[in-house]
């Protein structure tokens, strides 16, 4: 397995449903991102995680809750969610050593629906 | 306020021909630019970047221009080819003086090359 993986692809859940969203990702890299895109929206960054430790949480409301075990996994769990939380969440890593001006590399997103 | 706009959801251009997206900017701390490119089910894809100390970075058919003075960069496509279809996302970033990992997306603009 190669790259920035996501599970699932594909997600219905109820409003009181708890799940959780995977990424892994396989290129050595230090830092990962979660970023949501809605429906005619630009992408949104969520969280950011450089070397185990949260450095930006873009004000997202406590109803996600992101993990990082280790600089190759990233989750994040989702409980009593709305239905405008349906959307493609996509995570992305990068190297970690430059800032901004690093590359990032997504996954192929999971389609969250909330119903 | 969207600090990243693209301002056309969509465009059509001939096989062969140039195609040229563009992207406006307001915050004039961004420093580093970024072309990503997205087919459907899959995440974005690195294209090409362009650090602010630069007015051009050209990488095969793909070049990108970047005008600070009028905050607007530019993406050409030369000669544009069907596999070109696709979605492309500019994104900035303030990363090369603050040392944030965090981009700012446009809305994307949708590419059809028609053959």
């Known amino acids: 397995e190669t790259g920035v993986t996501q599970t699932p692809r594909h997600l219905v859940m109820g409003m009181t449903n708890k799940k959780s969203l995977k990424c892994e990702q396989h290129l050595g890299h230090n830092a990962m991102y979660w970023y949501k895109q809605s429906a005619k929206k630009p992408l949104e960054l969520m969280f950011v995680?450089?070397?185990?430790?949260?450095?930006e949480n873009n004000s997202v409301p406590s109803r996600f809750s992101p993990e990082c075990p280790n600089s190759s996994h990233l989750f994040l769990h989702l409980h009593t969610l709305q239905p405008e939380d349906s959307a493609l969440y996509l995570c992305?890593?990068?190297?970690?050593?430059?800032?901004?001006?690093?590359?990032?590399?997504f996954g192929p997103g999971t389609r969250l629906l909330v119903l | 306020d969207q600090q990243v706009k693209q301002n056309s959801p969509s465009l059509s251009v001939q096989e062969g021909r140039i195609s040229i997206l563009n992207c406006d900017y307001t915050n004039s701390m961004f420093d580093y630019f970024l072309w990503y490119k997205k087919y459907p089910a899959e995440g974005p894809t690195f294209l090409i970047s362009?650090?602010?100390?630069?007015d051009k970075n050209e990488d095969g058919r793909f070049t990108v221009f970047l005008n600070k003075s009028a905050k607007h960069l530019s993406l050409h496509i030369v000669p544009s080819q069907p596999g070109d279809s696709a979605v492309y996302f500019c994104?900035?970033?303030?990363?090369?003086?603050?040392?944030?990992?965090?981009?700012?997306f446009g809305t994307g603009t949708r590419l059809k090359v028609l053959a």
């Open positions: 995680y450089n070397f185990k430790e949260q450095t």
């Open positions: 992305a890593s990068s190297q970690g050593n430059s800032g901004g001006k690093e590359t990032q590399y």
């Open positions: 362009i650090s602010s100390i630069k």
């Open positions: 994104a900035a970033s303030a990363g090369e003086t603050s040392g944030t990992y965090k981009y700012i």
